[in-house]
């Protein structure tokens, strides 16, 4: 029977899960703290030992009724890695009870240590909460002044598969030339655009297509109003546009259809159609209610069609904001210039945007130094629904980040100062709670390899990229372990941290400087780049696949009969043989069988023919055997000749 934790066997046996460690440990079974695992069936038999009280019979089922009528747990936001004394100002107890509770449990804390998720779980479910833990920039909410909204341009995020035209079409709205500057024809990250159609302007997402890119895929559909799928007329549905599908509907935003590259000669828009139907997508014409425009983004064909479509459904929508009240948004990308410092795209959801205003970014802050639109120009203000690059933070945060703007600097720099530490709370804690059993499972698995990677890139999307990637292979015999994540170049600190840790360096869409160069030859530190994310996948797999243990597999060469056996002086016995198949080869390896029995295997000593050392004898031939560390050859014994080669491992 599977083990499982204490707190999923009391959740399993609708038990509060003090009450089940009481009485495992009254009827003398050592449990040392709640992370312990306990084998379900023997928890069975100590809490059910009559059959009446089976974990099925009625009698404990009415039981069971009636404590759930009796225990309804009150809901209590609980923000991730609090300490014991906020954790006991919470939940109304003295923190010296709290301590005591946790004892109980098997945590031994202090009032000012972080409790784990665990902890807070159990512990809130004894004293009647059921505790949501939430992430820690989640507990502090700035108050938000109420203000009247406006009408605000729709923010379209462009997705589907690799190379089926999402930043040609781009490309053909704005007339620019942005397809050309991307390597490889694929987007390495997000763009974000603004365009103005008939005096009402449209905010643009590029998101990339490769699969490796699901997670910023995801984010541009969170933040959208409307996602125009785009799929080639001459290709049909692929994986990622399936993938674009699905983050559309869980953001629940409407999806446009373009069916592009309709100028190929292989172009079948009916088809297209056909097999979108089969993932709820169903024309308009067809009866359904999804708009579909076929469009060729090279010949500009239907273009207009497809903005007067995006405006109707925007239309429909009645897109507002809040204009006069705190800004907030969200972080599109971000990067870090070698002349500019921070650079991060940003896309203002409410208020307006100033340059001068002090803002929090996830874990980094600042005050706007300077705002870029999407041509390239210095604006002062960003409206709703307006992507700029803001410049003047003091590091780069990450993708997906929010920001909003608070009252001076000092503020958010103690915001972001108290975001930071709560994210190392959480960290140790996570780091704290690797269990025994953990451990014995790993040595159970086999010990396993690993390869330390630092990774460098020129956006926090592309790291995220390649890592979401790297997860996904598989590491069941070789462990990635990537030590350090950073954007821009890589320095001679990379790659003294490489030789330290004996890690791989690695940089994508970024160069290493002249000094990182001249250490990494110096310490013979692997520093690879890459500017297309499927050859550093390629290249990790080929990597791990160096780092995995050698695997070894035999190879007959032959059998060869012992007709008589001779005294050698200084030598030792040889062994007069025939070789009835194959060959034998003197640096093979061989297995005396007598009556069926394997009775000795070890190296060949010597083989002969005719006095004299040779290599190898064939089959048909007689030659003389000597086997290293072996003396009782008898006429009759087999001898099979074999090899053990390595194994090509995958």
Known sequence: MAKLKLHQLAKKFNMDSKELVDKLRKSGEDVPS??????????????????????????????????????????????????VKDYAQLVGKPPNEIIKRLIELGELLTINQSMSPEAITILSESLGYEAEIVSPFQERILEEEESEVAPRPPVVTIMGHVDHGKTTLLDAIRKTDVALKEFGGITQHIGAYQVEH?????????????????AMRARGAKITDIAVLVVAADDGVMPQTIEAIDHARAAQVPIIVAINKI????????????????????????????????????ERTNLEELLEMILLVAEFQELKAPYKTRPRGVVIESKLDKGRGPVVTVLVERGVLKVGTPIVVGLTYGKIRAMIDDKGANVEKAFPAQPVELLGLSAVPEAGSEFFAVSDEKEARKIAEERALKKRLIQEIRRKHFTLEQLYQKVEEGELSELKLIIKG?????????????????QTKVKINIIHTGVGGISETDVMLGAASDAVVIGFNVRPDQNAKVLAKK?????????????????IQV???????????????????????????????????????????????????????????GKIASLRRFKEDVREVKAGLECGLRIENFQDFKEGDEIEIFKVVEKKVT
């Not at 020129?458 to 979401?468: C, Q």
């Not at 310490?523 to 290249?539: G, P």
């Not at 012992?562 to 002086?569: G, L």
Request: hydrophobic fraction near 35%; aromatic fraction near 6%.
């Open 34 to 83: 709640f992370h312990s695992t306990f084998d379900e069936e023997k928890a069975r038999q100590i809490l059910f030992k009559e059959k009446s009280e089976s974990p099925h019979s009625p009698k404990l089922e009415k039981k069971e009724s009636k404590d759930k009528e009796k225990k309804s747990l009150e809901k209590l936001k609980i923000p991730e890695g609090i300490v």
């Open 198 to 214: 008939h005096g009402k302007r449209i905010t643009f997402i590029d998101t990339p297509g490769h699969e490796a890119f699901t």
């Open 263 to 298: 100028d190929k000669p292989d172009a079948n828009p009916e088809k297209v159609k056909q097999q979108l139907t089969e993932h709820g997508l169903v024309p308009e014409e067809w009866g359904g209610d999804t708009v579909f425009v076929s469009i060729s983004a090279k």
């Open 458 to 474: 020129d956006t926090h999307g592309s790291i995220e990229a390649i890592k979401d990637a790297l997860t996904k292979l598989d």
């Open 523 to 539: 310490e013979n530190i692997d520093l690879r780049t890459y500017r297309v994310i499927y050859q550093l996948i390629e290249d």
């Open 543 to 601: 990597a791990m696949k160096g780092l995995l243990a050698p695997e070894f597999e035999e190879v007959e060469l032959g059998h060869l009969e012992v007709r008589a056996t001779f005294k050698v002086s200084k030598i030792g016995q040889v062994a007069g043989c025939y070789v009835s198949s194959g060959k034998v080869a003197n640096d093979a390896q061989a297995r005396v069988i007598r009556d069926g029995n394997i009775i000795f295997e």
